[in-house]
């Protein structure tokens, strides 16, 4: 049972390159999300789809972009990387929006 | 979303029981506690969940007091593999359940 499972797990971009980052989840979870976790912090949540054909903005979306395939996928796309999202980047899903949130082990993400 | 308050860090000895109180002052009466679990370079994992008094599964308790300001995480005789950083996280009884995490408590535990 793979879980959640994210790719690439790390990457290095230049400044201004594009970059999608996917995610999929086997488990038939409905809810779908988009994190950052920066070196010392919390998570805050960028994206989350609460069903499939559905995304909504969380705390910092700016910058980017989401798509719900599928019920099992959900990718978050950099148009145009900045040294500011540097991070590594989580995604979860949940059984439905107000369940507890199964995460995959992150993508690492560095921007030159 | 209440904010939550919680040490910083806590130090332990295998075999010790851990309890790891937060803050959270501000919770409505629809709001209930959640507890993460993360280890250095994964995902958080969930731990435990509760609205009042306590609840236990087979990893840790969760004791809520009944003017549920504050909630402690018991985690029983902790072992070298303990050593995490735990969230405590007050959600929303209803709808879209946004975690919002803070710095959490960095649990050492130290043979």
Redesign the interface.
Known sequence: NAG?TQTPKFQVLKTGQSMTLQCAQDMNHNSM?W?RQDP??????IY?S?SEGTTDK??VPNGYNVSRLNKREFSLRLESAAPSQTSVY?C?S?ID??????????TRLSIL | LAKTTQPISMDSYEGQEVNITCSHNNIATNDYITWYQQFPSQGPRFIIQGYKTKVTNEVASLFIPADRKSSTLSLPRVSLSDTAVYYCLVLMNTGFQKLVFGTGTRLLVSP
Do not use: K, T
Not at chain 1, 40 to 45: A, E, I, T, V
């Open positions: 959640v999300y994190y010392g912090m919390g998570l805050r949540l989350y609460a969380g705390e989580f979860a949940s929006s107000n369940q507890p949130q199964h995460f995959g082990d992150g």
